[in-house]
T-cell receptor, first 116, second 109 residues
Framework: DTGVSQDPRHKITKRGQNVTFRCDPISEHNRLYWYRQTLGQGPEFLTYFQNEAQLEKSRLLSDRFSAERPKGSFSTLEIQRTEQGDSAMYLC??????????????FGQGTRLTVV | EDQVTQSPEALRLQEGESSSLNCSYTVSGLRGLFWYRQDPGKGPEFLFTLYSAGEEKEKERLKATLTKKESFLHITAPKPEDSATYLCAVQATGGFKTIFGAGTRLFVK
């Protein structure tokens, strides 16, 4: 399967614990995005990488959230001191920049986080 | 502020009953408009990209169109397997993020 892969698919954690999610993008894609989606809403942008550089971060993202993309390959999203409001589906997507145009983004299956 | 509004929130159709979904957008400069399909518990699946007003794209029973203020996703003779949430998203010039609407939940019986 050469699509976007996310791990784990489901995570249940206690409030206050730290969690880390992993995303493996499509191999030739140089752009990687993280989104958060709650029930009945569309995906909400969190952050964006081009290769290993984090170029944009949503102002909605508190300092408890951090993302990395070492060597421009896989990416991790860490949430520290989780809160019940962090419960959501966390989606990763990747795309390829070709000149001025950005090709469409392909999404992974997401990681469903439940904070109890 | 860039914004995407989709209507209706939910749409119930009989099999074979054609209809359209609307996506209204406000963006400083449009780089691209995207349509995705999302099944419950899964990530969005890419359908179309539209770049400029007047552009149209088709795939099976789906056809997407774009004007300067809105996009339509036309569904011709839908089947039960077309039941899903359809998401519209825009990417503005000068930035990298893609802004999604809340989606239209389509039920075909």
């Amino acid at each position: 399967d050469t699509g976007v892969s996310q791990d784990p698919r489901h995570k249940i954690t206690k409030r206050g614990q730290n969690v880390t999610f992993r995303c493996d993008p499509i191999s030739e894609h140089n752009r990687l995005y993280w989104y958060r989606q709650t029930l009945g809403q569309g995906p909400e942008f969190l952050t964006y990488f081009q290769n290993e550089a984090q170029l944009e971060k949503s102002r909605l993202l508190s300092d408890r959230f951090s993302a990395e993309r070492p060597k421009g390959s896989f990416s991790t999203l860490e949430i520290q001191r989780t809160e019940q409001g962090d419960s959501a589906m966390y989606l990763c997507a990747s795309s390829f920049r070709q000149g001025y145009m950005n090709t469409e983004a392909f999404f992974g299956q997401g990681t469903r986080l439940t904070v109890v | 502020e860039d914004q995407v509004t989709q209507s209706p929130e939910a749409l119930r159709l009989q099999e074979g009953e054609s209809s359209s979904l609307n996506c209204s957008y406000t963006v400083s400069g449009l780089r691209g408009l995207f349509w995705y399909r999302q099944d419950p518990g899964k990530g969005p699946e890419f359908l179309f990209t539209l770049y400029s007003a007047g552009e149209e794209k088709e795939k099976e029973r789906l056809k997407a169109t774009l004007t300067k203020k809105e996009s339509f996703l036309h569904i011709t003779a839908p089947k039960p397997e077309d039941s899903a949430t359809y998401l519209c998203a825009v990417q503005a010039t000068g930035g990298f993020k893609t802004i999604f609407g809340a989606g239209t939940r389509l039920f075909v019986k």
